[in-house]
């Protein structure tokens, strides 16, 4: 038996993997913490610099108000 693939059907697959690569950091320099992951608001870097440090290319960096 054969199987035939639709490339409509993996391309938008592929479009989404790539989507999910790039994503956000968050920053709260009030109640975040540079042991953190920084992948949520809940779970926020304390420093712009260490969010820097973890984010890759085309990354968004959230920062909530404080004194930086």
């Given at each position: 038996m054969?199987?035939?693939l639709a490339l409509g059907s993996v391309l938008p697959l592929a479009l989404a993997s790539a989507a999910m690569a790039s994503g956000t950091l968050y920053v709260d320099g009030v109640?975040?913490?540079d042991s953190n992951a920084c992948q949520?608001?809940?779970t926020a870097c304390k420093t712009i610099?260490?969010?820097i440090s973890l984010a890759p290319p085309?990354?968004?960096?959230m920062v909530a108000p404080a004194t930086y």
């Amino acid at each position: 038996m054969k199987f035939r693939l639709a490339l409509g059907s993996v391309l938008p697959l592929a479009l989404a993997s790539a989507a999910m690569a790039s994503g956000t950091l968050y920053v709260d320099g009030v109640n975040g913490s540079d042991s953190n992951a920084c992948q949520t608001a809940e779970t926020a870097c304390k420093t712009i610099e260490h969010a820097i440090s973890l984010a890759p290319p085309d990354e968004s960096i959230m920062v909530a108000p404080a004194t930086y």
